[in-house]
């Protein structure tokens, strides 16, 4: 195969491991299944018994869809409502900030209306939890204004033979502690709720579903559709269940509790752990935003994944981060990180480019080995691999640097994709939302104009004319590859693009100074 071959073969699959492979199998955090931390099946019968809650889990939520409930307690501070309905659970969560607007123009609704809710309790008792799930709980107020100060709610519930008792504590900052107290011993579940549907038909290829993050620092996604059967986890730091942007999060679970994963009749997990006579943990429902989640409890940035590429996004967002306290605008921000990138890649980067004109040089020189050792190949190697070397020519060199730079851009792409930071978040004139596509398509267009300049000014010695006409094309699959990625994306790549064009110049110059220079001496010769 040649190097040009190559070359073309490394882009195909760069695009086609991208955009297919990301799409068909959505890149997820490590899910390690592991001696004590995970049992699956039958492994971990002894922990939970193998009756009704861990049996049918889809019959479990339509159970509870069709309980009567109404809003018992509301809860409200400049940046949330939240609600609690008259079965103790977190019914609703409406963020109230203009940036986080659904695509109908509608405040972003964290609960969704199907599924189980969080603080929802089921008790193996099916009489117990039958009567359980028709009579209210009632509460100590009923509208909590957080105003900055930490205010408390306790709903009691009075069931013939026990007494349910929940003080949930709610903080500015959207988490809340909860402790949860029974009048007898009873056997009972929590659940962690269904995941938040916010603007789903704009997932672009994120990974949506269950998050496990246990104290070896293992993160186990099962991702929408793909929950298979039961699995247990001990040893738990968080448990979440996310979209692209938001989460609802339970944390500071004793060690020894059994967390549990279930899949519904659509296999979607579904997430609930062991209760005791007396039990509390901490909880969060809201948007993942690094800062925020950082100042309410360090171990909750685990619920921010990045997929497979994480050793490298974590990092990069750290630096991007960093760059945005500089700067104080995102854009600016990846535009500064866009040109740090370059400049760590810029020596492979620079001797590829010089390997591809020497090629580009040689490439006469080849065509007259290939025309005397027609018909022998195994000398033709040999003589055109002694031409690279006398040259110091690498046919690989040209395809290296894109390859290193393709772990770097997924880093990017995972980065730019679940940064919630980014929401609302202008740029320039046009591009109000660095989050969602370019409404005017400029930046593709200008990411696609970019890359055909690059590609004009790149050498290239194709002898084959199909393979010239395919690399060509592009930056017009690019481009429509790039229309529908977040408008913070396309500019890392449009400005990457011109980085390599500024660099792509320079070395051109070399080659035509050295030239000169050549043509100069052999003429006062």
């Known amino acids: 195969m040649s190097p040009n071959q190559r070359l073309i073969v490394a882009v195909l699959l760069s695009v086609i491991f991208f955009v297919g492979y990301t799409a068909i199998f959505p890149p997820v955090a490590s899910e390690v299944l592991q001696d004590t931390k995970v049992q699956t099946g039958q492994s971990s019968v002894g922990t939970v018994p193998s009756v009704n809650v861990e049996a049918d889990a889809g019959r479990v939520i339509a159970a509870v869809e069709t309980s009567s409930s109404n809003n018992l307690v509301t809860v409200t501070n400049e940046h949330f409502i939240l609600k609690i309905d008259t079965l103790g659970r977190i019914s609703s969560k409406e963020l109230r900030e203009e940036k986080f607007r659904d695509k109908e ?120 559709g793909d929950a298979e059967g039961r699995k247990s986890f001990s040893g738990v730091e968080l448990l979440s269940a996310f979209d692209q942007y938001t989460a609802t999060i339970m944390y500071g679970l004793s060690k020894d509790r059994t967390i549990i994963v279930e899949r519904d009749t659509e296999d979607n997990p579904v997430v609930y752990f062991d209760g005791t006579q007396n039990i509390e943990f901490s909880g969060y429902i809201g948007q993942k935003n690094y800062k925020k989640l950082e100042s309410i409890n360090p171990i909750l ?14 990092p990069l967002f750290a630096l991007l981060l960093w760059l945005y306290g500089i700067f104080g605008n995102w854009g600016w921000s990846i535009i500064a990180l866009t040109a740090i990138i370059r400049f760590v890649l810029y020596p492979l ?46 046919p690989l060199g040209g395809c290296l640097p894109m390859l290193m730079q393709i772990p770097v851009f997924f880093a990017i792409y995972r980065v730019l ?20 596509m370019d409404p005017y398509y400029v930046m593709p ?53 011109l980085f390599s064009i500024l660099q792509q110049f320079i070395v051109n110059q070399q080659f035509k100074n050295a030239k000169d220079a050549l043509k100069a001496a052999k003429v006062e010769k």
Not at 140 to 145: A, F, G, K, P, T
Not at 420 to 436: A, H, K, T, Y
């Open 105 to 224: 123009d509608n405040h972003a609704q964290l609960i969704p209306s199907k599924g189980t809710k969080p603080l929802y309790i089921r008790f193996m008792d099916e009489n117990l939890n039958k009567e359980a799930a028709s009579v209210a709980y009632t509460a100590s107020v009923n509208e909590l204004n957080i105003d900055g100060n930490a205010k408390s709610v306790t709903l009691t519930q009075k069931l013939s033979a026990l007494t349910v008792s929940k003080k949930i504590t709610f903080f500015d900052d959207g988490h809340y502690d909860i402790v949860i107290s029974m009048s007898e011993d009873k056997r009972y579940y929590i659940y962690l709720g269904q995941r938040p549907r916010v603007n789903e038909d704009e997932q672009m290829m994120t990974v949506v579903g269950a998050l496990v993050y246990t104290d070896d620092e293992i993160v186990t996604i099962i991702a929408d």
């Open 301 to 314: 940035t685990n619920a921010i994944e990045y997929g497979w590429f994480t050793f490298a996004a974590k």
């Open 349 to 394: 980067t620079y001797k590829g480019m010089v390997s591809m004109q020497k090629m580009k040089d040689l490439a006469p020189k080849i065509k007259e080995l290939k025309a005397k050792y027609k018909g022998e190949p195994q000398r033709l190697n040999q003589a055109t691999m002694d031409m690279y070397k006398k040259n110091g020519a690498n």
């Open 417 to 436: 994709l679940n940064a919630v930071e980014l929401q609302g978040s202008e740029w320039i004139l046009w591009v109000n939302d660095l989050s969602r």
């Open 445 to 497: 267009v200008l990411m696609g104009a970019s890359m055909f300049l690059q590609q004009r000014m790149t050498p290239n010695n194709f002898s084959d004319p199909m393979q010239e006409k395919v690399m060509k094309w592009l930056p017009v699959i690019f481009t429509f590859f790039f229309v529908t990625f977040p408008a913070g994306l396309v500019l890392y790549w449009f400005v990457n693009n």
